[in-house]
């Protein structure tokens, strides 16, 4: 161990072009979120007024088509957002469920992340399963509880996220 320690070099852990990837990464990160919270406070402040600004902007016959036309799109956004806000409900509902039964450790945390990582396309529902699975494999001394733990859980995401998203949407 002495020798372990003797030869350990923190400085070969650093490489520059890792760092610089790492960084351009969170930057990325960070600067699409701010442009998204910003395009939402402008959408959020203008939204009581877009009408009136279609009307001043076009002639009457034109203003009521555009009219039309943003009032569906309004109307599409709500319901998929509440049919979203649905569907990741039962997920959340399901993971809570399976986990309690099985006693797994904090299953109401889980279910909470996983109502919030569902929002998250494709990635988002591989997190929220991945984590109560491996607390399951750390908290249990047998691997028999776990593995059920994953098969259930598993099974019952990808026919909420597979089958029964699809065919509601």
């Given at each position: 161990?002495?020798q372990?320690v003797?030869?350990f ?8 072009a ?17 442009l ?14 877009f ?9 009457p016959?034109?203003?009521?088509h ?12 709500r319901?998929?957002?509440l049919t ?17 039964i099985?006693?797994v450790?904090l ?12 929002f998250i396309?494709?990635?988002g ?17 047998s691997?028999?509880?776990?593995i059920?733990?994953?098969?259930i859980v ?16």
């Open positions: 161990l002495k372990q003797n030869e070099d923190p400085l070969s852990f650093i490489q520059p890792k760092i610089l990837g790492a960084l351009s990464s969170v930057t990325g990160l960070l600067g699409s979120s701010v998204i919270l910003l395009f939402m406070l402008f959408i959020l402040a203008s939204h009581g007024q009408m009136s600004k279609i009307e001043n902007a076009f002639p016959s034109e203003s009521f555009l009219k039309k036309m943003v009032q569906n799109i309004d109307s599409r956004v319901t998929y957002l979203t806000l649905l569907i990741n409900t039962v997920a959340a509902v399901t993971m809570l469920v399976v986990l309690v099985f006693g450790d299953a109401l945390l889980w279910s909470i992340l996983t109502f919030l990582l569902m396309p494709s990635i529902s591989i997190f929220a399963i991945s984590m109560p699975i491996v607390v399951a494999f750390l908290q249990f001394d691997i028999g509880t776990p059920i733990i994953a098969i598993i099974v019952s995401q990808v026919l909420i996220g597979s089958y029964i998203s699809p065919k509601v949407m």
